[in-house]
């Protein structure tokens, strides 16, 4: 498999608050990969930075071989990365339907249709107000909307978080579908049986930096590391 993102030594700031220190990390072609830790270790200054969303660190960030670091958001974002943030970024004013009409581009790779066979709840509410969806639809509804940009790299922050059980099946599902045609995922999410669900590698963050990384096999076996990095039993 060949690299879409490769991430090599990656710095950012809050202010002059150093947070990450040094990230390196990569995500192949039609690969969903994880990036896990601790409340406050980095992952959403990881997506952010990413993306473009923090004023430019040292460090390498390339898509295809080609240089993003220091570039606008708006340009990252064109060149095919999109982030789905916690807080879900959707219109409450607006209709389904339009909250989705105005993420469209023309000659995308993604149309109404195709987020229409992935999200058939999205069709069925598409006529009522983003504000009167439940939770999940709300997150269903901004992976739908990152879609249509037509991301090479989707980076996913939390999408299951605070969601019932049924649901987080639903869109573990669905964020199957998405990475099975092709698209690349960049997934941080606390919730474990997600990750090993949906992801062949797996990152752990600590104090912005990378402190371990696993194949899916191997991180389902090391119950020490989860452990040791995540504090958690499972
Ligand atoms: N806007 C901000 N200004 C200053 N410091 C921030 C800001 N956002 C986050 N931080 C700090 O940066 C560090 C990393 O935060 P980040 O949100 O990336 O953590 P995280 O791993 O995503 O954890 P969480 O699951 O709690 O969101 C934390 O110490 C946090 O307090």
């Not at 990252?76 to 409450?92: C, D, H, M, T, Y």
């Not at 990152?203 to 020490?224: C, Q």
Request: with cysteine; proline share 3%; aromatic share 4%.
């Amino acid at each position: 498999m060949s690299a879409l993102l490769e991430v090599e030594n990656l710095h950012a700031y809050y202010g002059k608050s150093h947070i990450l220190q040094g990230v390196s990390l990569s995500v192949n072609e039609g690969e969903v990969v994880t990036l896990l830790g601790r409340n406050g270790a980095g992952k959403s200054t990881t997506l952010r930075a990413l993306a473009g969303a923090l004023p430019p660190g040292q460090g390498a960030v390339r898509l295809q071989g080609r240089d993003l670091a220091g570039q606008p958001a708006f340009r990252i974002a064109k060149q095919g990365v999109s982030l789905v943030p916690e807080n879900r970024g959707i219109f409450s004013l607006l209709t389904v339907e339009e909250n989705l009409r105005i993420a469209e581009r023309r000659g995308a790779a993604w149309g109404m249709s195709d987020i229409y066979a992935i999200f058939p709840r999205l069709e069925e509410r598409k006529k009522n107000g983003g504000g009167q969806l439940s939770g999940g639809e709300q997150q269903m509804l901004s992976i739908a909307r990152a879609l249509l940009t037509g991301p090479k790299l989707l980076m996913l922050d939390e999408p299951v978080e605070g969601l019932a059980p049924v649901i987080v099946d639903e869109i573990v599902s669905q964020i199957r579908k998405i990475a099975a045609t092709g698209v690349s995922i960049l997934l941080v999410e606390q919730n474990l049986a997600v990750c090993t669900a949906l992801a062949r590698r797996h990152n752990i963050i600590e104090l912005g930096r990378i402190v371990y990384h696993a194949t899916g096999e191997e991180f389902i076996r090391d119950k020490d590391a989860r452990d040791r990095y995540l504090g958690v039993k499972a």
